[in-house]
């Protein structure tokens, strides 16, 4: 069978993009069903804020979730079903990721990692809030930030520790003092590295 180049081409490229597409739906499809183990009764608003996932499409993946019996909608409101919970609950219990990192010749988990290469960026660079926002956006992290106003990161942890609190922890910047979250998944590291080798030159094995 003969097929023309140019067909051929184009046919490779809309299977290119159809994989994105799938790759990008079902991530949003995890951070959907992660936030709801925790915020159940959530509206899609809620979700957009905190996943980064688009409105439209909050609607569109729960859709799907509800057809997968994953997902209960009722009154505009998204809810884990009891098997979703108790799936998801097992996955956060047995599939946690305990990965150590080099970093100036210490062994650090994914979350002591991120305190460490904020503490040196912030060392380096005495910036502001806003400086240090924009060098690593809430989006990284979308349920936390990397980083929050210490008396409000506190105010997070009463329940279970968020953030990095300790007062040897603690990050005091230009304008105000701040604390690190905790919260960081095999999943967003990697962009938190690749941001930080980016604007600071950290490189992390």
């Known amino acids: ?22 790759k990008s739906t079902s991530a949003s499809k995890d951070k959907i069903l992660h936030f709801l183990l925790k915020h159940p009764n959530s509206d899609a608003k809620k979700i957009e804020k905190a996943t980064g996932v688009a409105f439209i499409q909050v609607y569109s993946i729960a859709g799907k979730l509800q057809k997968e019996n994953r997902v209960v909608i009722k009154n505009k409101l998204f809810s884990l079903t009891s098997a979703a919970k108790r799936q998801a609950k097992k996955a956060t219990n047995f599939g946690r990721d305990f990965s150590k990192y080099n970093f100036n010749g210490q062994k650090l988990r994914k979350g002591q990692l991120v305190l460490a290469i904020v503490s040196d960026f912030v060392n380096k660079h005495k ?24 008396a409000a990161a506190k105010r997070a942890s009463t329940k279970k520790q968020r953030y990095f609190t300790a007062a040897d922890q603690l990050i005091q910047l230009k304008d105000k003092t701040v604390a690190v979250t905790n919260q960081i998944s095999s999943k ?16 992390v094995k």
């Not at 069978?1 to 799938?22: A, D, G, P, T, V």
């Not at 910036?127 to 240090?132: I, K, M, R, V």
């Not at 349920?143 to 929050?148: E, I, K, L, P, T």
Request: hydrophobic share 45%.
């Open 1 to 22: 069978m003969f097929f023309h180049k140019k067909s051929y081409l184009y046919m490779l490229n809309q299977i290119n993009i159809k994989n994105r597409i799938m």
């Open 127 to 150: 910036c502001t809030a806003a400086q240090l926002k924009k060098a690593f956006p809430d989006t990284l992290v979308p349920m936390y930030g990397v980083f929050a106003d210490a």
């Open 188 to 203: 967003n590291i990697t962009g938190f590295l690749s941001i930080a080798k980016k604007v600071g030159g950290y490189r």
